[in-house]
């Protein structure tokens, strides 16, 4: 089962780049969310979607978009990345109220 | 605003010893209560949940976690570690999919 699916695991961007998370569920969930974790905060909310061309913003929205064509991707772009973006990024689908995460992409900010 | 606090940022427990994990929260309602476990370089599993009723829960791997609404708390505890438990532990709570909080998590460190 392959579930909650991110690319890539890691990545290195340079200041002012952009770049796009990839996230893929295949449980058919309505519902997906893109946190970011970082060191003694937890995980904080950065955008989610509800469904299909439905998307708004979380709890740390600033740098990040989102859109969501299709029930089973939910990319997050980077328009201009900043250091403070450095992070580990995590894409989850929910079913109810029990989230499944993927593996997480590792985001270093140069 | 609904909040979560993990006291312990890092506790280390010989294998075979017993372990609990402590969570607090501040919520404005009855909560919906979960335990997540990540191992490095991993993305979140989920250890148990409660939503309602019985307020000792069962999870995976052996963990449980009991739900006492009087000191806002819901606390992990397995009792016997084994050295696959090292990992980071996290409480979260909330009523939504968007509605969650999770706390800063605890490392669990054990030895031999």
């Known amino acids: 089962n392959a579930g909650v699916t991110q690319t890539p695991k890691f990545q290195v961007l340079k200041t002012g780049q952009s770049m796009t998370l990839q996230c893929a569920q295949d449980?058919?969930?309505?519902?997906m969310s893109w946190y970011r974790q970082d060191p003694g905060m937890g995980l904080r909310l950065i955008h989610y979607s509800v469904g299909a061309g439905i998307t708004d913003q979380g709890e740390v929205p600033n740098g990040y978009n989102v859109s969501r064509s299709t029930t089973e991707d939910f990319p997050l772009r980077l328009l201009s990345a900043a250091p403070s973006q450095t992070s580990v990024y995590f894409c989850?689908?929910?079913?109810?109220?029990?989230?499944?995460f993927g593996e997480g992409s590792w985001l270093t900010v140069v | 605003a609904q909040s979560v606090t993990q006291p312990d940022i890092h506790i280390t427990v010989s294998e075979g010893a017993s372990l609990e994990l402590r969570c607090n929260y501040s919520?404005?309602?009855?909560?919906?209560l979960f335990w997540y476990v990540q191992s490095p370089g991993q993305g979140l599993q989920l250890l148990l949940k409660?939503?309602?009723?019985?307020?000792l829960v069962q999870g995976i791997k052996g963990f449980e976690a009991e739900f006492k609404r009087s000191q806002s708390s819901f606390n992990l505890r397995k009792p016997s570690v084994h050295w696959s438990d090292a990992a980071e532990y996290f409480c979260?709570?909330?009523?939504?999919?968007?509605?969650?909080?999770f706390g800063a998590g605890t490392r669990l460190t054990v030895k031999p």
């Open positions: 919520y404005g309602a009855t909560p919906y």
């Open positions: 409660y939503f309602s009723g019985d307020t």
């Open positions: 989850a689908s929910s079913k109810g109220n029990t989230i499944y």
């Open positions: 979260a709570v909330g009523a939504g999919n968007n509605d969650m909080r």
């Open positions: 449980m058919n969930h309505e519902y």
